[in-house]
């Protein structure tokens, strides 16, 4: 199995010794499609997946995940945590075992998720539906600072509404400091992403790069060159890709997205799991 570049204590003494920092935006990845971001000491997560729930839900079907990298961090030590996303219902991106946690460790917690998530994420981490926060992909900010964000519809692999028009999969832009993040979830390109996206000044944009194989059952996100063509698209100051080396039978070499994001001249940041990037605010 894979070790993350810091785990474990290595791992919170990053975190804390980064907080000294005000300076910098600090972004950890966390493995697949989870990221941790500090800014100024305050802690955002997004679509953490710090568990084995999946190994073992699907353990001996024809689906098996077999892990290939070990977990940063149990999610109950990460007691600094104010708010979270989940850009949609898939375990990778609500995972109970990772949220309940996490919920304990901080009794006030905020969870952003699409409105049409709302009651199974209620089942799921087991909670009454006004401990969760809805957002909408119409607009619509919800800010908590210091952050802010917004949803945009994602298709994964299509777009799919609930009988109130809410989107079931959702991409994040979040405003911190001087910057502006998206994060897709999981995703594939859909007419009209690019336009939605080339309103905003992106400085980060967080990409899966893992692509689909819809025959063998395999949900579809963006391939390595795909993410690196929306990047270019949407001029974004920098991809990160991630949704990789999590899962055996779902996964990708990441030199296939460094050879496209190189050929187009997009600018890239390739992290480990458990590394740190600094964003310098001037
Ligand atoms: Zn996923």
């Keep these: 199995m894979i070790k993350p570049v810091l785990q474990d204590d ?3 003494e990053d975190v804390s010794r980064a907080k000294n920092d005000p300076d910098h935006l600090h972004l950890w990845w ?4 989870g990221f941790l971001i500090q800014w100024q000491g305050h802690h955002l997560l997004i679509d953490p997946y710090l568990s084995d729930s999946l190994t073992r ?11 290939m990298i ?10 600094f945590v104010e708010v979270v996303t989940s850009s949609h219902n898939h375990t990778d991106h609500l995972d109970g075992e990772t ?42 900010a919800i800010r908590f600072d210091p952050f802010v964000f917004h949803a945009i519809p994602s298709a994964h692999e299509s777009l799919e509404q ?11 832009i979040i405003q911190v400091g001087k910057w502006t993040i998206y994060h897709s979830g999981d995703a594939i390109p859909y007419d009209g992403l690019v336009e939605r996206l080339k309103k905003w000044k992106l400085d980060i944009a967080l990409l899966p790069i893992n692509g689909r194989d819809t025959a063998r059952g395999v949900p ?7 993410a690196a063509q929306i990047g270019k698209q949407i001029n974004a100051g ?14 990708v070499s990441p030199e296939k997205f460094v050879r496209a994001a190189e050929q187009i001249g997009q600018k890239y940041h390739l992290l480990e799991c458990g590394e740190r990037m600094d964003y310098l605010n001037f």
């Design 10 to 12: 290595a791992f919170l």
């Design 30 to 33: 966390l493995g697949q499609s």
């Design 57 to 67: 839900k699907y353990a001996g079907t024809k689906k098996p995940h077999v892990r």
């Design 70 to 79: 070990e977990r940063v961090i149990d999610p109950e030590r990460l007691d």
């Design 99 to 140: 949220l309940m946690p996490l919920w304990r460790a901080n009794p006030n917690l905020t969870v952003i998720l699409s409105r049409a998530n709302v009651s199974f994420a209620t089942e799921r981490l087991q909670v009454d539906p006004e401990r969760l926060t809805p957002i909408r992909a119409d607009g619509e």
């Design 162 to 172: 609930d009988e109130n028009g809410d989107h079931r999969f959702i991409g994040f």
């Design 220 to 226: 579809g996100n963006f391939t390595a060159e795909e």
């Design 238 to 251: 920098t991809v990160i890709p991630c949704h990789y080396e999590m899962f055996e039978f779902n996964t």
